[in-house]
């Protein structure tokens, strides 16, 4: 094994993109023998960075989540080699957590779903009487839609309500999701949209069933909500629940 250490400066460093904290050990050997460090995740979805001096070129590495409180897809860790500053080679990349951790040399090291994202569901606040609501999606994130569901209430105003979903994924480009009715005043109606792959006509009490396009992919900065025809001042939405894949990309 060369040795460099009085001659070049050599660091590892960690570059980690996740939307929950955690701290990771960063464990390995060189001819010096073993050395630990410790590396804290950011729950922004943003990249953040460690760097870690080291003696000598590493024989190995490993990176694992040392409370084994991720989950896939919540943590992207990729480890470099730096000389004086400057990346040499970058080691190893991929997700980190309870079940995977990241080791070079290279060893087979698969994904409990293989390609999968973070799993998750976001919870919309209700907006305000009158108002409709709105998800944005967080710089550093993409996120694959797989359904979703609400509650919407109409006032006693009497109106035809139609109650959209507006789906911006990049800038200017809108898909719109409508039921094939309206809602009139005074009544309730609890909406599922999801990839039925067919317009759902059964309908029971207050439940609806709306189809939504496959592979629906939204951005940063990219929007769903709510888009209503002829929305009175009294008509409430609430129990707004957007079942997604949560993948990163790269911080706009």
């Known amino acids: 094994m060369l040795r460099f250490g009085k001659t070049t400066k050599l660091e590892l460093r960690v570059d980690m993109q996740a939307d929950a904290a955690a701290v990771l050990n960063v464990r390995g050997i060189t001819r010096e023998g073993q050395f630990t460090y410790k590396a804290t995740t950011a729950n922004t979805s943003l990249i953040t960075q460690?760097?870690?001096?080291?003696?000598?070129?590493?024989?190995?590495?490993?990176?694992?989540?040392?409370?084994?409180?991720?989950?896939?897809?919540?943590?992207?860790?990729?480890?470099?080699?730096?000389?004086?500053?400057?990346?040499?080679?970058?080691?190893?990349?991929?997700?980190?957590?309870?079940?995977?951790?990241?080791?070079?040399?290279?060893t087979q090291q698969v994904?409990?779903?293989?390609?999968?994202?973070?799993?998750?569901?976001?919870?919309?606040?209700?907006?305000?009487?009158?108002?409709?609501?709105?998800?944005?999606?967080?710089?550093?994130?993409?996120?694959?839609?797989?359904?979703?569901?609400?509650?919407?209430?109409?006032?006693?105003?009497?109106?035809?309500?139609?109650?959209?979903?507006?789906?911006?994924?990049?800038?200017?480009?809108?898909?719109?999701?409508?039921?094939?009715?309206?809602?009139?005043a005074n009544n309730e109606y609890d909406f599922t949209v999801a990839e039925f792959g067919y317009v759902p006509a059964e309908t029971f009490d207050i439940f609806r069933n709306l189809p939504m396009p496959n592979n629906v992919i939204i951005g940063p900065g990219g929007t769903i909500g709510s888009a209503t025809d002829t929305i009175d001042a009294g008509d409430a939405y609430q129990g707004i629940k957007i079942s997604i894949e949560k993948f990163f990309t790269t911080p706009i």
């Open 50 to 106: 460690a760097t870690f001096g080291v003696p000598d070129i590493p024989i190995y590495i490993t990176v694992e989540d040392s409370a084994r409180v991720l989950s896939q897809g919540s943590a992207f860790v990729s480890v470099s080699l730096l000389a004086n500053g400057e990346v040499v080679q970058q080691l190893v990349s991929g997700y980190i957590y309870g079940q995977k951790a990241l080791s070079w040399p290279n």
């Open 111 to 184: 994904d409990l779903r293989t390609g999968g994202g973070k799993l998750t569901t976001i919870s919309v606040a209700n907006p305000a009487a009158g108002d409709e609501w709105l998800a944005t999606v967080p710089n550093g994130e993409i996120w694959l839609v797989h359904s979703l569901r609400f509650n919407f209430l109409t006032s006693a105003v009497a109106a035809n309500r139609l109650a959209m979903v507006s789906i911006v994924p990049v800038t200017a480009e809108t898909i719109r999701i409508f039921p094939s009715g309206f809602q009139v």
